[in-house]
């Protein structure tokens, strides 16, 4: 299996501040069709889960831009540019290139 | 706008089949392929298996004894089976859409209880 680790798994930010979570893959994530199958997903608490990036750095539809996923092979980042209240929860990267499909263990994003 | 919705016992007693349904609305089930990624209490996220609408499927290594996924394109449902539960299967069940899970339902939680 590919393993995703990312961190740190914990991130205190002060509100207006940049913050910046890394997720590393065990193997290259670029896929037989060109394409690099790295997602990003945001669960707030008590919500279920939200994809905000797909492909590395494809912002969903509604997803503010101060969100921003970049990377290639097996080291990628998503980014935040000045952090919101509303940011606050647990940030996941998830591998679709290889069978099974796995997550990284996770971020969890707080205000100081 | 596509929704996703699952439905099933909440409990279920160890040993037993652990059954839920994702029903999708407002969208086909065509042409996507369709995941379960559970939740333990506390934890992370753990993709289960997929299907795809023409009925292939890939599972977990760690569970393709024990689940079975399936798909019903006449009533835009599918349905995911864990025999033998344990304990260790008390999560919150999720379906989603895509090999990018781009759409997730509310979830469910399932407790392994006696």
């Known amino acids: 299996d590919v393993v995703m680790t990312q961190s740190p798994l914990s991130l205190p930010v002060t509100l207006g501040q940049p913050a910046s979570i890394s997720c590393r893959s065990s193997?290259?994530?670029?896929?037989?069709?060109?394409?690099?199958?790295l997602n990003w997903f945001q669960q707030r608490p008590g919500q279920s889960p939200r994809r905000l990036i797909y492909?590395?750095?494809n912002r969903d539809s509604g997803v503010p831009d101060r969100f921003s996923g970049s990377g290639s092979g097996t080291d990628f980042t998503l980014k935040i540019s000045r952090v919101e209240a509303e940011d606050v929860g647990v940030y996941y990267c998830?591998?679709?290139?290889?069978?099974?499909?796995?997550f990284g263990q996770g971020t969890k994003v707080e205000v100081k | 706008q596509v929704q996703l919705q699952e439905s099933g016992p909440g409990l279920v007693k160890p040993s037993e089949t652990l059954s839920l349904t994702c029903t999708v609305s407002?969208?086909?089930?065509?042409?996507?392929?369709w995941n379960w990624v559970r939740q333990p209490p506390g934890k992370g996220l753990e993709w289960i298996g997929c299907?795809?609408?023409?009925?292939?499927?890939n599972y977990d290594p760690s569970l393709v004894s024990r689940v079975t996924i399936s798909v019903d394109m006449s009533k835009n449902q599918f349905s995911l089976k864990l025999k033998s539960v344990t304990a260790a299967d008390t999560a919150v069940y999720y379906c989603?859409?895509?090999?990018?899970?781009?759409?997730w339902g509310r979830g469910t939680m399932v407790t392994v209880s006696s």
């Open positions: 407002g969208g086909s089930i065509t042409p996507y392929s």
């Open positions: 193997q290259s994530l670029v896929y037989s069709d060109g394409n690099t199958y």
């Open positions: 998830m591998q679709a290139t290889h069978w099974p499909r796995t």
């Open positions: 989603a859409r895509s090999r990018s899970l781009d759409t």
């Open positions: 492909k590395v750095s």
């Open positions: 299907i795809d609408y023409i009925g292939g499927t």
